[in-house]
């Protein structure tokens, strides 16, 4: 691997530990305003201290997070769907190298939909998002989306769909926890971060599954909703982080949210 794309990688998965902490805030590109984040600077800005990485659009991006951070960014490139569209995996590359680069980014996210109409498709963009990317020594992290169909989310599908990604040579796969989550990362040869998905019912629910991922041997998280739209989203991210990094229990974790939210 070369210098560049180990340093980008390094920037982002912490040297000492290996682990990720990601904010994920890219979800406009297809959901439009969702809550919390209608106003996207007001939402984010006060997390860039407690992330390891953001995830968002070259949009929101250039107009609401300021140059002045010197945070990691994942930047998602592919689009070209929307929530009311006919069908989610309907995307492609959105977003040229050289503007990736300009943005001076560390990695750059797409989504794959394994069995959906469009996978062909969506494996055939990775392809070539990771060929383009290679060439200037940027990671890709690819996204085992599954659209609306959440009840996808077993141990079955996700190793088919991370073994998928990493086999085309992603060098980074996110994925959802599930049931036998081990058997998923045994069977992907890159590091996983795992998403959050809607809303959970409690923070405790959202700390035990990260727990969870990093005890079966994911690398860190990429979450989004379930930190800022927490009525406490520094209380969460920050409760969030010492299990990432500073191995707390979920137990532990959930005391410190509930001190923090004080
Ligand atoms: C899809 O909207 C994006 O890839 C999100 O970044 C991803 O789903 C993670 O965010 P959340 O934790 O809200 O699911």
Same mark, same amino acid.
């Given at each position: ?104 980014? +560390?990695? =750059?996210? #797409?989504? /794959?939909?394994? &069995? ?5 498709? $969506?494996? @055939? ?62 069977? +992907?040869? =890159?590091? #996983?971060? /795992?998403?959050? &998905? ?5 923070? $405790?629910? @959202? ?56």
């Amino acid at each position: 691997m070369d210098w560049g794309m180990k340093n980008r990688l390094n920037r982002i998965f912490k040297p000492e530990d290996g682990h990720t902490v990601m904010l994920a805030c890219d979800h406009g590109y297809f959901l439009g305003p969702v809550s919390r984040l209608e106003d996207p600077r007001k939402t984010i800005e006060p997390l860039i201290p407690y992330a390891d990485a953001l995830m968002l659009t070259r949009g929101v991006l250039r107009n609401c997070i300021d140059a002045k951070y010197n945070i990691p960014i994942v930047l998602r490139v592919s689009g070209g769907n929307s929530i009311i569209g006919k069908d989610l995996s309907d995307e492609g590359i959105t977003v040229s190298m050289q503007d990736a680069l300009r943005l001076g980014v +560390c990695a =750059v996210a #797409l989504s /794959i939909y394994v &069995g959906a109409e469009h996978e062909h498709q $969506t494996l @055939v963009n990775l392809g070539k998002l990771i060929n383009e990317a290679g060439d200037y020594g940027v990671p890709v992290l690819a996204v085992t989306a599954v659209g609306k169909e959440l009840e996808k989310r077993d141990v079955r599908y996700l190793s088919l769909s991370c073994r998928i990604a990493a086999e085309m040579g992603a060098q980074v796969v996110k994925t959802y926890y599930c049931e036998d989550f081990e058997k998923v990362v045994k069977s +992907c040869p =890159v590091p #996983l971060v /795992i998403a959050g &998905g809607p809303k959970m019912k409690s923070e $405790t629910d @959202v700390l035990e599954i990260a727990y969870n991922a990093i005890a079966c041997g994911a690398k860190g998280v990429d979450m989004g909703r379930n930190v800022w739209q927490s009525s406490k989203p520094i209380a969460m991210i920050s409760a969030i982080r010492s299990i990432v990094h500073e191995k707390a229990s979920a137990q532990k974790a959930v005391e410190l949210f509930n001190s923090l939210k004080k």
